[in-house]
């Protein structure tokens, strides 16, 4: 299975609304994650099963879809949400290496 | 607070070997499948190794086959990746990470490994 995110680099002003694109090769139910990752820190596990927040996680990020297309939208952006973003689908268990996640998408502010 | 925290990266040339270390905290380690993932400079995440909760199974990415080993001490909370053989291609940002219903629920900041000679 590849993972193929869309696009390569988004550009949102702050307060406006973001939709991150992944789209996997076949089908992974809804067996698919959004991590996002900011230099320096440890990545964040958002969303899981495409659609289901993880704990902390603010409402203004959601996770949709199943089968091959994702969207993760992320509303009335905050200057802290600027980040490097990737989803990882674990339909393929365990594990295969690379293609486990997309390539990100970084979220800059415009 | 959970915390997972990596160390023993540092610069090593080609061929060469390496430990890395995880410590781990705030949670039931013993109870959770751990993960090694690396970021390579410029490149996605790549997931590189597991070690199953119950401490019978372990995967490696092809990348790694035989030349990494996984291992974990649950009486001290910490999860290993011995590297051997090292190669250029094997530099790169080193997370472990714990596993919840196959998502990477947890992870540490990491520790950079860089082959160079």
């Known amino acids: 299975i590849v993972m193929t995110q869309s696009p390569a680099t988004l550009s949102v002003s702050p307060g406006e609304r973001a939709t991150l694109s992944c789209r996997a090769s076949q089908s992974v139910a809804t067996r698919l994650a959004w991590y996002q990752l900011k230099p320096g820190q440890a990545p964040r596990l958002l969303i899981y099963d495409a659609s289901t927040r993880a704990t902390g996680v603010p409402a203004r990020f959601s996770g949709s879809g199943s089968g091959t297309e994702f969207a993760l939208t992320i509303n009335s952006l905050q200057s802290e949400d600027f980040a490097v973003y990737y989803c990882q689908q674990c339909s393929e268990w365990p594990p295969r290496g690379e293609g486990t996640f997309g390539q990100g998408t970084k979220l800059e502010i415009k | 607070d959970v915390q997972l925290v990596e160390s023993g990266g540092v610069v090593v040339q080609p061929g060469g070997s390496l430990r890395l270390s995880c410590a781990a905290s705030?949670?039931?380690?013993?109870?959770?499948?751990m993960h090694w993932v690396r970021q390579r400079p410029g490149k996605s995440l790549e997931w590189v190794s597991l070690?199953?909760?119950?401490?019978?199974?372990?995967f490696y990415a092809d990348s790694v086959k035989g030349r990494f080993t996984i291992s974990r001490d649950n009486g001290k909370n910490s999860l290993f990746l011995q590297m051997n053989s090292l190669r250029p291609e094997d530099t790169g940002l080193y997370y472990c990470?714990?596993?919840?219903?196959?998502?990477?629920?947890?992870w540490g900041q990491g520790t950079l490994v860089t082959v160079s000679s």
């Open positions: 990470a714990s596993e919840r219903e196959q998502f990477f629920k947890y």
């Open positions: 705030g949670f039931n380690f013993g109870y959770y499948t």
């Open positions: 070690f199953s909760w119950d401490g019978i199974t372990t």
